[in-house]
């Protein structure tokens, strides 16, 4: 018999659909919800066991995860009649891998304590392919014996898994994250632009760059985006942009100064507001060569 913890795992999307995967090939049985028919018919695929509800996917689980895609998301799978608060077993661990407001998952960690369950913010840094390659950074906030209890599963999705704190510590670092990779994008995407109009073999380039200072997790994982213009969604500026909102506001909140995180923050919304919110952020290029007079079309 399989002794490990039954996993519920709500929301199946771009990062969610490998991360369960993942689960199932480390041996653990996972029931999963999204709204998605696709995505569940490959959660099945995959050797889960696709679930009509929240709540039919989270009775009887030891551990839920949920990865959805802003705060209102993850209330709503939360909170209700059909919610994970009110149909999770007393004492099953909840992992919210969702990257969400600081605010929001200490809310959520005091509401399920009233509840008898254990919850543990868990937001991840480094795009599909990091959820398909199992290679993910995971921030941790919450009890040190809750992180201990999920350490195991949570080395199914990722290499580098860090206790930041208390609850909200892994938003706030995650904030921070996403701020970084804004800031490392928009660099690299004048870079490219730079280089292009100067004439310089840009593949060229963009590889003795890697080997240097400029070098970065970024540059390595966009420098085919870049090269191709391929802006398949990895992840979204639409997520991106609600990223960059959380971090401007909780710095806010502490008086931490953004200078630079603020432009990139308007050089995103921007981006959106012209109909790219739904490429990849890598496509911070597409702005950059407007402002140079490069007209890239909409697609």
């Not at 149909?87 to 990257?99: R, T």
Request: with cysteine; glycine share 12%; proline share 4%.
């Amino acid at each position: 018999m399989n002794n490990l913890p039954k996993i519920a795992w709500i929301g199946l999307g771009i990062m969610g659909s490998p991360m369960a995967e993942n689960l199932i090939k480390a041996g653990y049985q996972v029931t999963g919800y999204t709204l998605e028919k696709e995505k569940l018919d490959r959660l099945a695929a995959a050797g889960g066991t696709p679930a009509a509800s929240v709540a039919e996917a989270v009775r009887g689980a030891d551990v839920v995860f949920t990865m959805v895609p802003a705060s209102p998301q993850v209330e709503a799978v939360a909170y209700g009649p059909g919610g994970i608060l009110e149909n999770a077993e007393p004492g099953a661990l909840l992992i919210d891998m969702s990257s969400i407001t600081p605010q929001t998952s200490v809310d959520l960690a005091e509401n399920a304590a009233a509840k008898g369950i254990r919850v543990l913010d868990a937001p991840v840094s480094g795009g599909e392919a990091g959820a398909v390659e199992a290679v993910l950074s995971i921030m941790v906030g919450g009890r040190q014996e809750d992180f201990d209890a999920a350490r195991p599963l949570l080395e199914a999705l990722g290499t580098t898994i860090v206790r930041c704190g208390p609850h909200g510590a892994g938003q706030t670092v995650k904030a921070a994250n996403q701020l970084i990779v804004a800031v490392n994008i928009q660099a690299c995407a004048e870079a490219v632009v730079f280089l292009e109009k100067s004439g310089v073999d840009l593949r060229a380039a963009l590889e003795v760059l890697g080997g240097g200072l400029a070098g970065s997790t970024v540059l390595a994982r966009k420098k085919n985006n870049f090269l191709t213009r391929d802006f398949t969604p990895g992840f979204r500026i639409d997520l991106h942009h609600k990223d960059m909102g959380i971090v401007t506001d909780a710095a806010r909140a502490v008086g931490a100064a953004l200078p630079v995180g603020a432009v990139v923050a308007n050089l995103v919304a921007s981006l959106r507001a012209q109909g790219d919110g739904g490429l990849d952020h890598s496509a911070l290029l597409r702005g950059v060569e407007r402002l140079s007079g490069h007209n890239a079309a909409i697609i």
